[in-house]
């Protein structure tokens, strides 16, 4: 949980200065991902895409894999690309910290809410095991030394969400899996 919220968005960021309005408005431009498995940095604007009748794999002139979200902020804040798709709370605690980010970059489309990415364990982890972790994570904003930690995380809580609130990214996959 984070301020309160068990969501964050995909947003798709452009350079203050250009003229972009939509998404669609970046077709053969430079496009920057954290990653291709990233639900934020390219299943939801490849999904976007596809509901609008477009290729994501060869709607951009350029695809570029920028490894992190951080990465893909500071690539349409320096104009290296002409878009990105970024998890928000990435972007929010950029330009929490450095208002100059904010300054350079224009959101152009923020994506309905999506669960919050999960902490998740192998199938086979032995039940102890598992228990004991999920009770240290859901036991960490009681304890002073887990608050410094959270806080340092900008973390309110570890909760246990209602499984429903990954379901748009499921049927998203599985969309992007069956194009």
Do not use: C
Not at 64 to 89: E, K, W
Not at 140 to 158: N, P, Y
């Amino acid at each position: 949980e984070i301020e309160g919220a068990v969501t964050y968005h995909s947003l798709i960021l452009v350079p203050r200065s250009s003229k972009a309005t939509s998404l669609l408005s970046l077709r053969g431009q430079r496009f920057a991902s954290a990653d291709i498995l990233s639900n934020s940095g390219w299943l939801y604007p490849a999904i976007w895409l596809k509901d609008h009748g477009e290729d994501a794999t060869s709607f951009f002139g350029e695809h570029v894999i920028t490894g992190s979200h951080d990465r893909s902020v500071m690539a349409v804040a320096s104009a290296y690309v002409d878009g990105a798709a970024v998890d928000s709370l990435v972007y929010d605690q950029m330009a929490e910290e450095d208002s100059t980010v904010a300054e350079r970059i224009k959101i152009i489309l923020k994506s309905p809410p999506f669960g919050m990415p999960p902490i998740v364990v192998p199938r086979q982890i032995d039940p102890d095991l598992k228990q004991q972790i999920l009770s240290a994570l859901l036991q960490m904003h009681a304890d002073a030394e887990g608050r410094k930690i959270l806080t340092s995380l900008r973390i309110d809580r570890f909760v246990v969400p209602d499984d429903t609130l990954f379901d748009s990214v499921r049927e998203a996959a599985r969309i992007w899996e069956g194009r």
